[in-house]
């Protein structure tokens, strides 16, 4: 047996990898998991991974860099961009301008 001290966890841990909403909502909301569906609508414009339609269930790991994410804990998720990109947004609005003159 090793002498190294056996690495725990972070955080709580689900059930599963794709825990399904009312396990969500008692992980992240404790006794107010009932609030999880309204939340998790508001939260998911935000970034919070939607639901995967083949397991039924949001991905935990990908749940938990969210939450840790809009609290300061670690970087945002690289696919919680403000807005998409649009590589021709200049060229419309100078077209734009030019044909408001």
């Known amino acids: 047996m090793s002498d190294r001290p056996v690495r725990r966890p ?17 992980l992240v909301l404790g006794d107010r ?15 919070l991974p939607r639901i995967d339609p083949l397991t039924g ?20 998720p690289s696919g919680a961009a403000d807005a998409p990109e649009n590589p021709n947004y200049d060229q419309h609005w100078k077209k734009r301008w030019r044909r408001d003159r």
């Open 10 to 26: 972070r955080g709580v841990m689900p059930s599963s990898l794709f825990p399904d909403e009312k396990e969500i909502g008692r």
């Open 33 to 47: 998991a009932s609030a999880w569906p309204g939340v998790a609508g508001v939260w998911e414009k935000a970034g």
């Open 57 to 76: 269930g949001r991905y935990w790991p990908a749940v938990e860099r969210f939450l840790d994410s809009r609290y300061g804990m670690a970087e945002p």
